[in-house]
């Protein structure tokens, strides 16, 4: 027979192994920082590429245990060595006593020189003590020059922000997701942005719960809102600042 009608050997090779290193960590991105490191196993290749992913993501929820968890952020900053962290989501349920082992995270964020940042914190609310004050952002984050992205969850007194005069000297994009009533905190937030350009306010609250938000940024440009109630939806907003 002719050689037009031989079969054709399909190709069995490992492309995707073969790839570059900055294109493996691209793909990596993709995926929660749990699941890039379960890529380690897969060859010797693999093996350390999660280590040079730029961004870290990180959830715990409800019914986790926090223990295990916060071993494993340990582990990942650990061998992460010192490779920047563009990107760094953290999501996580805690008891009050938690507080002490997130700070050194944040650190070490600070450190790598990054960019985004993105914090969710959820407190346990049995575990609260009568002299609960929430937890504070570290000042390390607010004065931090590399930060031109925050996204923040403002729970009922969770999180706390005393701002200095000169804080978020680089930041930009701003998106805060309000959980009744979490207010107090926006405001300190607004006061120090110099540079903020773009803002995102949302969330839920009841009924009776009152809001004040004050908004003084000389170089917005652009405000979008979308707050819900338990009775009553407002209809969300796009605003462009005018020159």
């Known amino acids: 027979m002719g050689s037009n009608s031989r079969c054709c050997k399909p190709c069995i090779g490992d492309r995707i192994s073969g790839l570059p290193d900055a294109i493996l960590s691209h793909i990596l991105s993709f995926l929660t ?76 964020a600070v450190r790598r020189n990054v960019v985004e940042f993105e914090f969710n914190l959820d407190v346990d609310v049995d575990s609260k003590s009568h002299r609960y004050e929430g937890y504070e952002l570290p000042r390390r984050l607010l004065m931090c020059n590399t930060l031109e992205v925050l996204k923040l969850t403002l729970n009922h007194k969770d999180i706390i922000i005393n701002p200095p005069s000169d804080c978020f000297p680089s930041l930009k994009f701003l998106h805060v997701t309000l959980q009744y009533p979490g207010g107090r905190s ?32 000389r170089k917005l440009k652009r405000l979008r809102m979308r707050l819900s109630m338990d009775l009553v939806r407002w209809d969300e907003g796009d605003y462009k600042m005018l020159e």
């Open 33 to 108: 920082t749990e699941d890039a490191v379960k890529t380690s196993v897969l060859s010797h290749r693999w093996f350390d590429v999660w280590t040079s992913v730029p961004k870290i993501n990180l959830t715990l929820g409800s019914q986790a245990a926090f223990e295990p968890f916060a071993q494993f952020v340990d582990c990942v900053l650990f061998f992460r060595g010192s490779s920047n962290i563009h990107t760094f989501q953290l999501r996580c349920s805690v008891i009050e006593e938690d507080f002490c082992r997130i700070d050194p995270w944040i650190y070490t």
């Open 186 to 217: 926006l405001e300190k937030l607004l006061t120090c942005c110099p540079v903020l350009e773009d803002l995102i306010i949302e969330g839920h609250l009841k009924d009776d719960s009152v809001v004040n938000i004050n908004v003084s940024a």
